[in-house]
């Protein structure tokens, strides 16, 4: 049924060329970098600045302002971007905006003082795609994020949204998986599973009713690929899903979200109501006959319901238990019916694909890995952000040259992809290419993109510890190998943490991490061994230390440091001594302290406070 | 129908008949605690691991639970192969550790070889004799209680509670439950007779 204020569309073509014709491209515009990220530091006062300052200027009308996605350089947010002069300020403070304003949009001149800096080279760079960060990235699917505001559908029309959708409507599913298989695309949530394969098994699959599922339930911490793309361009997904629907012969949709996610959800009911009222949702889509909706599902925070599993045990309503596959999902998945599970990052790439033809998808990548990734390049690194690169990439030169390096002239120890479940990786293995094999072969996985530099004051004990304890909570508990044997690894990371570990300790590590593999019976227990197994295979001498000599020698494990003040350097300033939260510090002003071990509680207040390196950690 | 070869055998089964069934037919033996032929398959224990392969195949073999993966054309199972009782081994000490006190556990290690003075086996030597001792506990969460309670009986008694190593099998809010009947299939099905059935005072 047709809903009353549901436009007619005779194409997108011409409903394109109706929204351009109405545009005024050299109207000045604003564009400020939103998201959750960009609202966080700073950019809804930044918003509220630039109102009230071009309101003050009676330029209201004039000058556009646009609040798009994440660009993804987090690090130098609240940032924006002025045309006509594609202009690029970054780190901005409120009481920027009227200078811009004065300058930039009324003089045309360009505030020197606010251009990013070219932290190598000490160079003023004027245009976002110029910087570092940017420029050896590939942003296919993050283009639109700096491009588009993502709750004005006629803005991502404009840029050809919903072409691919009329053009699978017309060449038919089999042509439509076709061109995905050819593209070589692989599913952005981890294993790579061939996407055109997965709905092709859906489409043959036996079943009157099927289900087309995004997985949006991004629960790695430290990764926010998927936030991003849900909150910066919703109609990408939206179309892919329409695509996928009609291709395996689907009529309702579900986007399983975090409810962490307050603002990914708002956009994407948005972007549905919208959807709907220009008949690209419900009904006889575009004249077709083809009848398709979307529902949100809102997840409760367990990480476990990322599996595919348990998702769609979510979905239904059940207990989250991971089930014995097969059947798989594409011949039995929600309610008994063939579904088709794909990522957030696997569908928003199905209108690029479609739009612009499986060559143009494959042709950057490496053999067997096709297209771009997104990372979310986080941990201890200068650039932090959201990337996307080339497959085949070195990891080296997303860490130096895209992310700029590891902060404070630090060294650099590992880089951890995958999330919690994936492998840590040393400096001599930063050469290799980023594809799935090649990750997969070196100990890791590749995730579903979770980044996470680190460098020489990280113990790797700790970090595997770290990790096991997030798997282990979030294990569904199911299964006798995941309940029971990552506990018991747990337990004998957490003793050699605290200095009590056992000489056999690394034997049984390895041995019972590798059956946990084998054993277990969802991705989370047959991934959950891999941080430690994967720093045993790379760190063992930082093991070793812990186990043999009582040693952390990256100076964090608490149970096997102690802090102590050299007399000849500490100067007497006090400082220390205010800031120890314990008291455990003693001394007279200007003579040198001391330090109470019985009172210390290695919080590491004095050792970061103290300016002039008084404080040793043995 | 389909046909499939399991430790050297060829046997032909109904389609959807599980790996296990198939080899019972055979008189294979695969041990077995989470699993009843009434309920549906759950996975859980992981004691009735195989490996399977596919005639041709070039991918390395998997190990699956018989119980519930279906009997498929040229797979090729092994029940008795090295890989397979060292998963088995390992189950059988993973529960041993957490339930000492259980006739039954042990003897079911014991039939895995477990020995508590088996120093060549270090994952068992370590569970058995330095591991943490979690609270013991008879209950190897198994599921058949609540399984045939919301199968079965309908009722829904009984559940589980928590998740990870945290999970447990309770009544609702650790009370007398108002909707169980008293009927003992819980107790009736536990394999490690976990469930005891009290007469209640008038």
């Known amino acids: ?618 | 129908m389909v046909k499939l070869t399991i430790d050297n055998q060829v046997i032909e089964v109904p389609e959807e008949t599980t790996v296990l069934d198939a080899a019972r037919k055979l008189g294979i033996k695969i041990p077995t605690l989470c699993y009843n032929p009434h309920l549906k398959p759950y996975g859980g224990c992981r004691m009735c691991v195989v490996e399977r392969t596919q005639e041709n195949s070039t991918r390395p073999p998997d190990l699956i639970v018989s119980c519930a993966y279906p009997a498929e054309n040229g797979a090729i199972i092994l029940t008795g192969s090295e890989r397979v009782l060292k998963a088995r081994k390992f189950v059988a000490e993973l529960l041993l550790a957490k339930c000492p006190d259980s006739k039954e556990i042990n003897e079911l290690a014991e039939s895995y070889g477990v020995s508590r003075n088996d120093k060549s086996d270090v994952v068992g030597y370590y569970l058995l004799n330095r591991a943490v001792s979690v609270n013991s506990t008879k209950c190897v969460l198994c599921g058949l209680c609540t399984r045939v309670c919301a199968e079965l009986v309908g009722m829904s008694a009984v559940s589980f509670s928590g998740r990870g190593s945290k999970r447990k099998i309770k009544t609702p809010f650790d009370r007398i439950s108002k909707t169980c009947i008293g009927c003992g299939a819980c107790a009736y099905l536990c394999p490690t007779k976990a469930i005891r059935i009290e007469q209640a005072e008038e």
């Open chain 1, 1 to 618: 049924m047709k809903t009353e204020n549901q436009i007619e569309i005779a194409s997108i073509e011409e409903l394109r060329n109706e929204i351009l014709s109405k545009r005024k491209p050299d109207q000045p515009e604003i564009v400020v970098a939103g998201g959750t990220c960009g609202f966080a530091s700073g950019a809804l006062e930044i918003i509220d600045a630039l109102k009230s300052e071009l309101k003050k200027h009676n330029l209201e009308e004039e000058v556009s302002l646009k609040v798009t996605g994440c660009h993804g350089f987090c690090a130098i947010e609240p940032a924006i971007v002025i045309n006509p002069g594609n202009i690029f300020y970054g780190g901005l403070l409120e009481k920027d905006i009227p200078e811009i304003v004065s300058e930039t949009i009324m003089n045309g001149k360009i505030v020197e003082r606010l251009l990013y800096v070219d932290q190598s080279t000490d160079e003023k760079i004027l245009h976002e795609e110029d910087i570092p960060f940017y420029k050896k990235q590939t942003r296919r699917l993050l283009a639109n994020n700096s491009r588009i505001d993502p709750l004005n559908i006629e803005d991502y029309i404009a840029i050809g949204g919903y072409s691919a959708l009329e053009k699978a409507l017309e060449i038919g599913p089999d042509s439509v998986i076709d061109i995905i298989k050819a593209s070589g695309l692989r599913g952005r949530g981890g294993a790579g599973f061939p996407t055109g394969t997965k709905w092709e098994m859906t489409r043959k699959a036996q079943g009157e009713e099927k289900f087309i599922v995004c997985n949006a339930d991004e629960g790695d911490p430290g990764a926010f690929m998927d936030r991003s793309l849900l909150e910066g361009t919703p109609h990408s997904v939206i179309e892919g899903m329409i695509i996928g629907g009609f291709t395996i012969g689907s009529n309702i949709g579900y986007i399983y979200v975090r409810k962490e996610y307050p603002l990914a959800i708002e956009h994407l009911h948005r972007a549905l109501e919208k959807a709907h009222e220009y008949g690209f949702l419900g009904e006889d889509i575009l004249g077709t006959g083809f009848s398709f909706d979307i529902e949100i599902v809102r997840g409760a925070g367990a990480f476990i319901c990322g599996e595919e599993t348990n998702l769609l045990k979510s979905i239904e309503g059940a207990i989250v238990e991971a089930r014995t596959r097969p059947p798989f999902p594409v011949n039995k998945g929600l309610w008994e019916s063939p579904t088709a599970l794909n990522n957030v990052k696997t569908l928003s790439s199905i209108p690029l694909v479609i739009g612009n033809g499986a060559e143009w998808y494959s042709n950057i990548g490496t053999n067997t890995s096709k297209g771009t990734i997104i990372f979310a390049l986080v941990g201890k690194i200068n650039n932090s952000g959201l990337i996307e690169v080339p497959m085949g990439i070195t990891l080296r030169e997303i860490i130096y040259d895209i992310g700029g390096g590891i902060p404070k002239g630090k060294k650099f120890k590992a880089v951890q992809t995958g999330g919690p479940s994936g492998g840590c990786l040393p400096e001599a293995m930063l050469d290799m290419p980023v594809d799935f094999e090649s990750l997969t072969k070196a100990g890791t996985i590749m995730g579903s993109g979770g980044m996470i530099v680190m460098d020489e004051n990280t113990c790797m004990v700790e970090i595997a510890r770290y990790f096991l304890t997030f798997t282990q909570d979030e294990s569904c508990g199911k299964c006798t190998p995941c309940r029971e044997g990552t506990k018991h690894m747990l337990d004998i990371l957490t003793r050699i943490t605290k200095g009590e570990g056992h000489e056999d300790d690394l034997t049984v590590l390895e041995n019972m991490g590798n059956l946990i593999i084998d054993v277990s019976l969802c991705a989370l227990g047959k991934t959950a061994p891999k941080p430690a197994l994967s720093t045993m295979r790379y760190f063992r001498e930082e093991y070793e230390a812990h186990i043999k000599n009582k040693k952390c020698p990256a100076k964090v494990c608490k149970a096997l440091i102690k802090y102590s003040i050299v007399a000849d350097k500490c100067t007497g300033c006090h400082l220390c001594f205010r800031n120890c939260p314990t008291k455990a510090i003693v001394g007279e002003a200007k003579k040198a302290h001391d330090i109470i071990p019985e009172k210390c509680i290695k919080c590491g207040i004095c050792f970061e406070s103290c300016r002039f390196d008084a404080v040793r950690i043995e």
